[in-house]
């Protein structure tokens, strides 16, 4: 069984960045897809990012595409983080940020929390002045 613990959150003034890391363990990324996802107090979760660990190909959701960078380890031998570099950061993106892990995630479930199976427990980002 896999576990993620997400770290990095924090308050941050509007424009400003935060890069927030999502560690596994009990065993590696290497056949994963992982996503970031972001949820407020009523609100459904919602889609920040996510990347295919094998081929990198990584997704964004329109309202942080060319803010946010989704991003992986390089060493071979741990295999067990994933990063979002999130710039420009607005108040709208106010949110606990959850990463999610699956191995068997299909492009049209990308997007949808219902594709991933091991969640994290959530970092929270407060972007105020």
């Known amino acids: 069984q896999m576990q993620l613990v997400e770290s990095g959150g924090g308050l941050v003034q509007p424009g400003g960045s935060l890069r927030l890391s999502c560690v596994a363990s009990?065993?590696?990324?290497?056949?994963?897809?992982i996503g970031w996802f972001r949820q407020v107090p009523g609100k459904e979760r919602e889609f920040v990012a996510a990347?295919?660990?094998?081929?990198?190909?990584?997704?964004?959701?329109d309202s942080v595409k060319g803010r946010f960078t989704i991003s992986r380890d390089n060493d071979q031998n741990t295999r067990n983080t994933v990063y979002l570099q999130m710039n420009s950061l607005k108040p709208d993106d106010t949110a606990v940020y959850y990463c999610?892990?699956?191995?068997?995630?299909?492009?049209?479930?990308?997007?949808?929390?219902?594709?991933?199976?091991?969640w994290g427990q959530g970092t929270q980002v407060t972007v105020s002045a």
């Open positions: 009990g065993r590696t990324f290497s056949r994963s897809t």
């Open positions: 999610a892990e699956d191995t068997n995630v299909i492009l049209s479930n990308i997007r949808n929390p219902a594709g991933y199976d091991n």
């Open positions: 990347i295919r660990w094998s081929s990198r190909h990584t997704y964004y959701a």
